[in-house]
């Protein structure tokens, strides 16, 4: 079964070829209009640099905009119909946006050639891109009816809306990649820690399970001596766990063992907020009593949640449990606003010295 990523991804590729077809064919006209050329003259064109410019920068921009308007999110529930409102909707915008940004300075006889112009780049673009929308939906279409594709396991993707989830992932990556900076020195000096405190790696990696139930691996600084615990029996940490370095101890005290998942988020594994990932094993023993965790999953996880700041760390499935209700409650009131405050609450608890 070909999976919901692999189809957005789809939806990506005709997009950007449609987008660079549609400025080619747009690029000759205009250009050859401007200068009045045919036949051999076209050279003149064909070794324009800024015809290979915009190739390589007109279609990404045209895919930063879908994106923003949310294109790529649900692709099992597009049809004919609504790629056509869609696709119309964007290429308006798009068209306006490209008409003051590269058409407005051309050299022209007249006005008239601008309406030409925009009328011109409109219908290439939205004509190319419409027929390869549809051609991807009606062969996704053909799939759901052949019970190749199960939508329910994606009935209740992406709480946020399209516009906020676009700009959630570049909070995350712009976040990430300044902390990481900021941190440098810190991380550095920890990372010499870990080594002079005990034998053993630096950085301990483990599997958790993410968006879609997807299994990925997370990155911690290693807070515990080397092999403490068994992959046959995983095992939560206590207060009084014996099996963590003291400085491993004053790591989780400032939460400062968890910044190696700012890769993670970087990677687009997790989001600064969000359910904290668990263990295969832990969610299995939370399902049997608690299966309403199963939407949990249908997130993004986070670096830090409403759970981690309002509850604190859970040392048993049944203390997930009570947790759970808090990251039940931020997915129904999911919001940009909501990832703030979750954010400077999870400042003061670090600051404060109250992580585990």
Known sequence: MISKKTHASMYVVVDFFSAALAWMFFFIYRKSHELGISGAGFEMVWNDVRLYQGLALIPLAWLLLYSMYGYYRKPFS????????????HSISGVIVLFFIVILDDHVMNYAM?????FILFALHFGLTLFGRIWHTHHIRKAIRNKQIDVQLYADDDPL???QNFLKRIIDIVLSLFLGILLSPLILLVIWKVKRSSEGSVFYVQERVGLNEKPFWIYKFRSMYEHAESDEQPLLSSDSDERVTPFGRFMRKYRIDELPQLWNVLKGNMSLVGPRPERQYYIEKIVETAPEYKRLLRVKPGLTSLGEVKYGYASSVPQMIERMAFDLEYIENMSLLSD???????????????GK
């Open 161 to 163: 809306p399209a516009w």
């Open 340 to 354: 703030l405050k979750i954010l400077l609450h999870t400042i003061v608890v670090v600051l404060s010295g109250e």
């Open 114 to 118: 601008y309406y030409d112009y925009v």
């Open 78 to 89: 597009k049809t004919i119909s609504s790629d056509i409102l869609e696709t119309l909707k």
